[in-house]
């Protein structure tokens, strides 16, 4: 099976787009007719510099309002796909793609359909060439896979097949199942799009919201096996209509789109083990089991005040690389560290961002698998310089070009920090006197961090999460900061959860952050507590930059919830924000931000509380932004 994509999945003019699909990987392109015609290139030439690219034409489309017209337009119809036969002549393929009328004066009939599809195969068989009939979710009379599979049933003429397009069928909620019927060899081509689940006018959600299979919510998956059981075993074409993707960065989308075919692959291949797919054998996703250590790569002279930080938030240093000027700095399960080196990736990221989260290093059940699964997946592996009887720890790019680590219990990775690490000699006593050291402030382990990038890289980090880890998305939720929307979308698998938050305004915290910090980062970890109310003392006692909660937020969530007023009484001096779900309750207490706008976030869950308190977010935010200003000044920048 070939894999493919069509142009107008990316941006860019006709060149730059066959070199980012080339560069990509993929082996061929459908060709999108507006994007040969505004290019001024000939035909031979446009083959050619395809074919230079080690790439092949699998279709040239769209041919639009062809069924079922009465003359003078049939007749016109006709010439028009004679000259475009000839053209794909000289393009060097052989498949057009015909997608159903929506001219007003096209006629019903199955029949009237089939006969000139007919006609079309035996004028397609004059130029050597074939034609697939694709029912368009909107078609004035064939707008289901079902129906266009009639008309060319009946056409019955072998240069006359069927062409599947995922959305068409996906979107409309038609079952894919209503494919597996289909002789496979009868499907002329398949074209794949996944979109978000919103409500809208069909046209314009093909036309501006498609995604990559594995960024939206429909059943890609199932569209998938059901064609692969037909036998089909043609092009699989990716054709993306999506407004970021137009305007994107050609080989960051090319690649995703790559990617994505990729895991659509394996997962077919794990729900339905006997279909054959193209790939090689590749570990198959397996859940986060924690987060291992967040690293902070911050310089000597930053370095203190990320040490009072992490000190009054109750953590304490206990031990030191043996190597590198890197603390480990730990609290329950929770290990972070600071790295103030000079040189390598920490220094590099340093440079790059300011003080800034470098690593995520997260338990796997095994590190090994996770890295070569990584690796069947196109994400960059990352190595790095280690020195005699370190352990060497599997690293790929991730989010904002940190590193993710994989690390396991296994025999050598299990010994991380005794190998790795030398303990403090007064480890334990840090802090003692403030507040008893050894429990720290309660907290027990990261329950989230929040991933903060501009709003178009929002899809690629989920498919990357989707794809390595089969990780589950949440809808996508709006937070109204002061000065624009911020889009949030939370990713979870085992125990990992990652907030994906992205915002096209400037002046929102996210969209300075993203500016400031020179791309995108962690902008906040949430830490997690069994008793919010004894982590709001010990913060307050160690002198922690809590963030100050307003009194109308108190009064409105005793309101909204029905809530005890001595509980709320209890929240509003700790500063502490409510929130609630099906599953259970959520309790929330945020620092203020820091310089280089990080903050911590402690959260207490209970009962099965699924969410993150996105309905607190605004009043988080404005309060967040009061704080950044010196009192009395106006709200405006
Ligand atoms: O939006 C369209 O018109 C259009 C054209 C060609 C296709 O293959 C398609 O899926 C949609
Ligand atoms: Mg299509």
């Known amino acids: 099976m070939l894999n493919s994509i069509a142009t107008v999945s990316i941006s860019g003019n006709l060149p730059v787009k066959l070199e980012a699909i080339a560069k990509a990987g993929f082996q061929g392109i ?3 007719e507006q994007d040969f015609i505004a290019s001024d290139l000939s035909p031979a030439d446009v083959g050619r510099m395809v074919r230079d690219h080690g790439l ?43 997608c159903s009328s929506v001219h007003p004066a096209a006629m019903g009939g199955i029949d009237r359909m089939a ?37 060319v049933r009946r056409a019955d003429h072998p240069r006359i097949g069927l062409i599947l397009d995922s959305f068409h069928t996906l979107g409309r909620g038609i079952s894919p199942d209503s494919i597996r019927a289909i002789p496979g060899d009868r499907i002329f081509f398949v074209q794949l799009a996944d979109a978000p689940a919103i409500p809208m006018d069909l046209l314009y959600w093909s036309r501006h919201f498609r995604n990559m299979p594995g960024e939206g919510d429909l059943d890609v998956t199932g569209f998938m096996r059901a064609v692969l059981s037909t036998g089909y075993s043609g092009p699989l074409s990716l054709e993306i209509f999506n407004d970021q993707f137009r305007a994107g960065l050609p080989r960051l989308v090319a690649l995703d789109g790559h990617r994505s075919l990729i895991d659509l692959q394996d997962r077919v291949r794990r729900a339905e083990p006997a279909l054959t797919v193209d790939l090689p054998h590749f570990p198959a996703p397996a859940p986060v089991q924690g987060v291992e250590f967040l690293e902070i790569a911050t310089s000597e002279a930053e370095q203190p005040a990320i040490a009072a930080f992490l000190a009054a938030a109750g953590f304490a240093p206990v031990a030191r690389h043996v190597s590198k000027p890197v603390t480990r700095w730990s609290q329950g399960a929770v290990n972070i560290l600071v790295n103030t080196a000079v040189t390598g990736f920490a220094h590099t990221a340093y440079v790059t961002h300011g003080t800034t989260v470098s690593e995520v290093a997260l338990k796997v059940p095994d ?28 690293a790929v790019r991730g989010h904002g070009g940190s590193l993710l680590r994989f690390v396991d219990g296994g025999e050598m990775l299990g010994r991380l920090w005794d190998v790795d690490f030398r303990p403090l000699p007064d480890a334990g006593k840090a802090g003692a006197g403030k507040a008893d050291a050894a429990a720290g402030a309660g907290l027990t382990r990261i329950d989230h961090i929040a991933q903060t990038m501009a709003h178009d890289e929002m899809l690629s980090w989920s498919l990357f999460y989707h794809a390595l880890f089969d990780a589950r998305r949440s809808p996508m939720v709006d937070v109204a900061d002061p000065d624009g929307l911020v889009k949030s979308q939370a990713v979870e698998t085992g125990a990992l959860r990652i907030t994906l938050n992205g915002s096209e305004a400037r002046h929102t915290l996210a969209g300075r952050f993203v500016k400031e910090s020179f791309g995108s980062s962690v902008q906040h970890i949430a830490f997690a507590t069994d008793d919010i109310f004894a982590t709001a003392a010990s913060l307050s006692a160690r002198g922690f930059p809590i963030l100050q909660i307003g009194a109308n937020y108190y009064a409105d969530v005793e309101a909204r919830f029905g809530l005890d007023p001595a509980l709320v009484a209890r929240m509003k001096a700790a500063n502490v924000l409510y929130d609630e779900d099906a599953g259970g309750s959520f309790f929330q207490l945020y620092s203020q931000t820091r310089p280089e706008g990080l903050f911590f976030e402690f959260v207490q869950r209970g009962g099965n509380y699924a969410g993150y308190g996105a309905p607190n977010a605004p009043f988080r935010i404005s309060a967040q932004k009061r704080a950044l200003r010196p009192a009395g000044m106006p709200q405006a920048e």
Do not use: C
Request: aromatic content about 12%.
């Open 30 to 32: 459908e060709i999108f």
């Open 56 to 98: 092949t034409i699998t279709l040239f489309q769209p041919f639009r309002d062809f069924e079922g017209l009465p003359e003078p337009y049939r007749a016109r119809a006709f010439a028009r796909a004679a000259r475009k036969f000839d053209l794909m002549n000289q393009l060097g393929t052989d498949l057009m793609l015909v």
């Open 115 to 151: 006969q000139d599809f007919y006609e079309l195969g035996e004028l397609a068989a004059r130029f050597g060439v074939r034609a697939g009939f694709e029912a368009l979710a909107w078609g004035r009379h064939i707008n289901d896979h079902r129906d266009a599979w009639e008309v």
């Open 367 to 394: 590190a090994a698998a996770a890295a070569e699964r990584a690796q069947a997946l196109l994400i960059p592996a990352h190595q790095s310089h280690i020195s005699e009887g370190e352990l060497a720890i599997p």
